[in-house]
Structure formats: structure tokens, C-alpha cells
């Protein structure tokens, strides 16, 4: 028996020990890193630039793309040279800077999620109280308010995880370190951490249920528009939205509710790939592909380097 604190290194047992499917896997997943950073990039420059998309909808999307940049590559990278190199460890500090960051940028994305269904709850809504209600300073502070609750809830999860005695080889029944798997090498039960994950869990779901409860509002509202102009737009803005919040959350909450088996699951590892490696992805795909706005400017900024280039 030792503590985690006592520092050391952890295995990560991956996907497989085949060395053809680890080319594979390291081939799949640098692809989707690639076209994650690349996708997300693309919003932060087009939402910097573009003085038309300097609105408060798109502020919060640039903060959620930086976000989403963040998150991809906390785990990703690692275990893309993992597979490469044939290996499958990771230091302590390593692991510790994993779990902090991952709660760190998970948690803020949360509740910037939710911050965005109040935005479009507000401008749909509430539509000539917009601008009031949802001014700059207001964004700056909800902005901040999501750091901060996530920064406090990655030092509380970091703090309780790495605390316990552990019995057996450290062996991490993930692709990194996550905090389930981490609790399954412990002695006994860590209630200290099980607290706080309780308490995690609990403010995701009241986030959730307050997403649901905007969006019921929002769609009732757009049900009753005139415009069919209209009702496409605002359901073009908000039903992808509500997409990546289920399936960021569901997936969230099944692995951290759902108990462990004492072997290595394929689908427990597919599981956490769809709330750390899919909506970094798929987010931009969603905001940028479906948007008029996001496509307007990214023809303007492709002409202008066409014309500077020429």
C-alpha cells in the first residue's frame, strides 16, 4: 500500500496491445486532434477579425472553442505518442496535471454551456431586453464566474483523488487518467472524493435541467414566430446546441455513475472518447457548417487573402 502522493508512474493500458492497432489508433486519433485544432482555430480567427460576429453569441463561442482546444489536448496528444513509441506510462505529476485540467476545462465548459442556452434564451425570448440584459460587462463576468467554479472544482477532485492510499500496481484502466479509474486502485473507499464528485454531478445536472428549461422555452417561443425564415434560424442555432450538450453530459455522467468492472473495458473507453475527444471535434463542425454568419465570414477571409496574395 502507498500513496498516490508519493509520486511514481501510472500505466495507462490504452486501447489494445496490438502493436497494428495502436498505429491505427494513434493514426485515427491524430487526424481528429488535427482537425479539432484546426476547426477550432479557424472560429477563434474568424470570430477575432470578423467585426460583424463581435456579438455577445459569439463571444461566448470563441470562449468555448478555446475551451475545447484546451480539453483535446490534454489527453489526446499523450496518447497518440503513446502508441507510437509503444508505450503506455505517464509520471505522476503527469497524471495529477491530466486530472486538474481535464475537471479544470470540462467544468468551465459546463457552465459556459450553460450560459450559452441563457443567451439564446434572452435573444429569443427576450429580444428587445437583449441588450440590457446581456451587455458586456455581463458577458465578462459569466466568462470569469465559469473559470472560477471550474478552477475550484478541479482543486477540489485533484486534491481528494491524489490523497488515497492505493493497493496493487498502478494501473489505469484508461487511454489518461481519470478519476474513476484512479478510484479503483484505492484501498477503500475515498468518501472524501466521492463528496465531491457527488457534488460535481450535482451541479451538472441542475445546469442540465437548466439548458432543458431554457431550450423548452426558447422552442415554444420560436414554435409560435410567423417567419419560417425565422423559426429555421433560431432552430438552426439552438438544436445542434442542445445536441452537444446531451451528449456531452450523458456520456459524462454514465462513466462517473456506472460502476467499474475490475477488468479493461473497450466500452467504458469509448464511452469517455465521447466527452473528451467528440464535441472538441464535432463542435466546430456544428457552429461553423450550419451558421450563415460563420460561412459569410470565412468567404471574406478567404478573399481578402486571395487578393492579398494576387
Not at 477532485?157 to 496493487?168: D, E, K, L, N, R
Not at 433560431?234 to 442542445?242: E, N, R
Not at 467499474?260 to 457548417?289: G, Q, R
Amino acid at each position: 500500500m502507498e500513496n498516490f502522493t508519493s509520486g511514481g508512474t501510472f500505466f495507462l493500458m490504452g486501447f489494445s496491445d496490438i502493436r497494428e492497432i495502436q498505429i491505427l489508433h494513434a493514426v485515427l486519433f491524430l487526424l481528429i486532434y488535427l482537425a479539432a485544432i484546426l476547426g477550432n482555430l479557424l472560429i477563434i480567427t474568424l470570430t477575432t477579425k470578423d467585426h460583424r460576429l463581435h456579438t455577445p453569441m459569439y463571444f461566448f463561442l470563441k470562449n468555448l472553442s478555446f475551451l475545447d482546444l484546451c480539453l483535446i489536448s490534454i489527453t489526446v496528444p499523450k496518447s497518440i505518442m503513446n502508441s507510437l513509441m509503444n508505450q503506455n506510462t505517464i509520471s505522476f505529476l503527469g497524471c495529477v496535471s491530466q486530472v486538474f485540467f481535464f475537471f479544470l476545462l470540462a467544468s468551465t465548459e459546463v457552465a459556459l454551456l450553460t450560459v450559452m442556452s441563457y443567451d439564446r434564451y434572452v435573444a429569443i425570448c427576450h429580444p428587445l431586453r437583449y441588450d440590457i440584459i446581456i451587455g458586456h460587462e455581463a458577458c465578462i463576468q459569466m466568462v470569469t464566474s465559469s473559470w472560477i467554479s471550474g478552477c475550484l472544482n478541479a482543486i477540489l477532485h485533484t486534491a481528494s483523488t491524489f490523497s488515497i492510499p492505493i493497493c496493487g500496481p498502478p494501473e489505469v484502466n484508461q487511454f489518461f487518467c481519470d478519476v474513476p479509474q484512479l478510484l479503483s486502485l484505492a484501498c477503500s473507499y475515498n468518501i472524501g472524493e466521492l463528496v465531491v464528485i457527488g457534488l460535481s454531478l450535482l451541479l451538472d445536472f441542475g445546469c442540465f435541467v437548466f439548458i432543458d428549461i431554457s431550450y423548452f422555452y426558447v422552442f415554444s417561443t420560436v414554435l409560435r414566430m410567423p417567419s419560417v425564415e425565422g423559426r429555421h434560424k433560431a432552430i438552426s442555432t439552438c438544436l445542434p446546441h442542445l445536441i452537444v450538450v446531451i451528449l456531452f453530459l450523458s456520456s459524462g455522467f454514465f462513466a462517473y455513475l456506472h460502476p467499474l468492472s475490475k477488468y479493461p473495458s473497450l466500452f467504458d473507453l469509448l464511452v469517455s472518447v465521447f466527452y473528451t475527444v467528440v464535441p472538441p471535434t464535432i463542435n466546430p463542425l456544428i457552429y461553423s457548417l450550419r451558421n450563415k454568419d460563420m460561412k459569410m465570414a470565412l468567404r471574406k477571409l478567404l478573399m481578402r487573402r486571395y487578393c492579398l496574395s494576387n
